[in-house]
């Protein structure tokens, strides 16, 4: 039995990739000040609203097009949806 091909991919798609993508950025750019300003009380309330954004944007993205992660970081509809969606290098 061959594995399906990679879904095909739609604007909403890259869309939803380049949005994650930007707030990951943001997060991790976060990450490293707070990590330097642990105190700063502005910094924390955007780390969090970025991180909610973030979860909201992912299960978007994971309801459209299924999972971003394996290895349980993500759930999967029937059936398996982990090897129907393209790879980072076919996007």
């Known amino acids: 039995m061959e594995p399906e091909a990679p879904k095909a991919c739609d604007a909403k798609y890259y869309e939803l ?3 994650l993508q930007a707030l990951d ?3 991790v ?3 490293l000040y707070l ?5 700063d009380f502005q910094s924390i309330e955007q ?3 970025f991180s909610q954004e973030r979860m909201r944007v992912a299960h978007e993205f994971q309801q459209r097009y299924g999972p971003l992660m394996n290895f349980g970081h993500a ?7 982990w ?4 790879w980072p290098w076919q996007v």
């Open 83 to 86: 090897s129907q969606t393209p």
């Open 75 to 81: 759930f999967s509809k029937y059936p398996w949806e």
């Open 47 to 49: 780390y969090n609203k």
């Open 17 to 19: 990739l380049e949005e």
């Open 29 to 31: 750019e976060l990450n």
């Open 35 to 39: 990590d330097t300003h642990p105190g």
């Open 25 to 27: 950025f943001v997060l």
